[in-house]
């Protein structure tokens, strides 16, 4: 059995938007712009001469032995999903792969593929390593996000995002002697919704939903380890951002094996999850709110 262990810059775009598509459409329209979708990011992919590996359902995983390559393909996607209906959940990640029947293996490609799921639709994730593998006119392009709890990692890792991916400033990635630019785009309109128990609550740009033990909150949480105003959910420039001033701390996990304990800090939010107010969600007497991020 032939193995090929490499250093390699690793893609996953995963196309969201063809739910609505598909009922706005039709099923056969709707297929076919997906499909040209696909087809036209595999383009883009094998120009910048990256290795497309393979499509599952609605995403493109490929490899690129040049983070710069990776970096200019992934800018030329976002130009080409502005044009049209459906936007792109983006991971970039770089690292040790394993190669081996045609497919990739190894904890950079489970990376990849969680900055992908939690990157909002039309956003791209890009992790630590992967930024510093980039020459220093590259790495000026992106911008830091925020900390984030990486699977099988125990400290938080800083993750960061295209410039543009936050309103009004341009992409200026320099490569080849060239500069690639993009549009001034509006920040992307996001709810956050907040389940607990029979309380609902959603939250948009430049909204706030407090959550606590006092009747003051907007989602009550009775429970004396909570305190009075534990902590608020916010929206600004199309983030979410969970603000924690308790005393007893907040348990935030945002997928399987990813959680974090945050204490007055704040945190960003990303895809779907849980929080638990002072007590690990796995506990009995546990307070979990079902958090969601979806897009307007």
Not at 43 to 55: C, L, M, N, T, W
Not at 239 to 245: G, I, N, S, Y
Request: net charge negative; aromatic share 6%.
């Amino acid at each position: 059995m032939d193995q090929e262990r490499l250093l390699a810059a690793v893609l996953l775009a995963d196309v969201v938007g063809s739910t609505p598509l598909y009922e706005r459409i039709g099923d056969d329209a709707a297929m076919q712009q997906v499909s040209n979708c696909l087809d036209a990011m595999r383009e883009i992919v094998a120009r910048h001469g990256g290795d497309f590996i393979h499509s599952k359902g609605d995403d493109v995983l490929s490899l690129f032995e040049s983070p710069e390559a990776a970096l200019r393909a992934v800018c030329q996607i976002s130009c080409k999903l502005t044009e049209g209906p459906l936007s792109a959940r983006i991971g970039l990640h770089f690292g040790a792969v394993i190669r081996m029947r045609g497919e990739v293996f190894g904890d950079v490609v489970n990376v990849t593929a969680r900055l992908s799921t939690t990157a909002n639709p039309g956003e791209v994730l890009i992790s630590q390593s992967f930024c510093e593998a980039l020459s220093a006119g590259s790495r000026s392009g992106l911008r830091l996000l925020d900390k984030m709890a990486l699977k099988g990692k125990q400290e938080l890792f800083d993750v960061y995002t295209l410039w543009s991916d936050d309103g009004p400033l341009n992409t200026q990635i320099t490569s080849r002697g060239t500069i690639i630019e993009k549009r001034s785009a509006s920040p992307q309109q996001i709810n956050l919704v907040i389940r607990y128990g029979d309380q609902l609550r959603s939250c948009r740009n430049n909204e706030f939903v407090t959550i606590g033990r006092s009747p003051e909150c907007n989602i009550v949480v009775q429970r004396p380890w909570v305190s009075r105003h534990h902590a608020t959910f916010t929206i600004s420039n199309g983030r979410a951002r969970l603000v924690e001033r308790s005393s007893s701390g907040t348990f935030v996990s945002m997928g399987p094996g990813h959680e974090v304990f945050v204490r007055r800090e704040d945190i960003l939010l990303f895809g779907s999850g849980v929080i638990s107010p002072g007590l690990r969600p796995s506990l009995g007497d546990a307070q979990v709110l079902h958090y969601e991020i979806v897009s307007d």
